[in-house]
């Protein structure tokens, strides 16, 4: 049977995201198959702690190669390149950091001089934590296709669940509304969003429940640090009921919290009693694809 698939998101980076999708991780220890779909910024595994990680190249996007024996100089391509990857010192060099891929030089080059080579833009990752497995990605900085490589870690995470017969994939998400995001919600068969009391928070919360809705994916609320601005919380509660979202947790601020994190400690006793919302209809996902 496919299993649950929870994407945990927030409109924005800060918000305790990573911090309930460890605790969550904790809970369904071994029951599950966990991922960091944040590939720009992984951080999930600082708190998994892996004890063994294996890794493969991700190859994205394609740069131009200059092959100098057949140029001629023509300045053809320098003259057309909308990018500015062909700085021209006493002929033509490719700029890795500025091509784009789009194959133009190759076609105009009278010689053929210019051939396109697929490059690596990153790693994927899969790593074995005390919690279950972990499979994660490392995007190079200004590397290509975050989108497809979210899409890899995912695929690859909800293969090993189905091959190993557990129940659900755990996704930690990326932050904001952006590509890696949209990536993340394929196959979602639910978001939790975590979102903070403050007015910035609230607002990309409704963003990215926009981007849920377009997608048509069931969402559930959980509301960190509830206790700094009750008025704050209260205008979360009204967004929930606005949207019909399940409020399933209000987690409050505990200085227990950050002293753990900053050990590399998940704060499971400060945390977990606060998302029995969420936890209660995860298990019933988890127990129903068990039987």
């Known amino acids: 049977m496919r299993p649950f698939r929870c994407v945990v998101l927030s409109g924005k980076g800060g918000t305790g995201k990573t911090c309930v999708t460890s605790v969550l991780a904790a809970h369904f220890a071994k029951r599950g198959v966990f991922c960091d779909a944040d590939v720009d910024a992984p951080n999930l595994r600082i708190l998994l702690d892996p004890q063994s990680t294996e890794e493969w190249p991700f190859v994205g996007k394609s740069v131009a190669v200059l092959d100098e024996k057949r140029c001629t100089r023509c300045g053809a391509c320098r003259d057309l390149c909308r990018f500015d990857a062909l700085p021209w010192e006493e002929g033509p060099r490719v700029d890795a950091t500025r091509c784009e891929g789009c194959a133009l030089c190759h076609h105009v080059c009278p010689q053929e001089a210019f051939s396109l080579v697929p490059t690596e833009q990153g790693k994927l990752l899969r790593s074995v ?23 890899q870690v995912l695929e690859r995470g909800a293969e090993e669940a189905r091959r190993e017969g557990l129940g659900l994939v755990l996704v930690d998400g990326p932050p904001g509304v952006a590509c890696p995001v949209v990536s993340s919600l394929a196959g979602a068969n639910l978001v939790l969003l975590v979102a ?67 050990h590399r400690r998940i704060p499971s006793d400060h945390v977990f009693p606060h998302l029995r919302g969420a936890v209660e209809f995860l298990e019933r996902q988890v127990a129903s694809r068990a039987e």
């Open 129 to 151: 934590c005390a919690a279950g497995t972990l499979w994660h990605a490392r995007l190079k900085p200004g590397g290509e296709n975050s989108g497809k490589l979210v899409q």
């Open 196 to 262: 903070e009391p403050t007015p910035a928070a609230r607002e990309d919360l409704r963003r990215v429940g926009d981007v849920c809705a377009r997608f048509q994916v069931p969402v559930g609320l959980v509301v960190n640090k509830a206790n700094l601005s009750p008025e704050g919380t209260e205008a979360l509660r009204a967004l929930a009921r606005e949207r019909g979202w399940p409020l399933w947790g209000e987690v409050p601020f505990d200085p227990g919290i950050p002293k753990g994190l900053s």
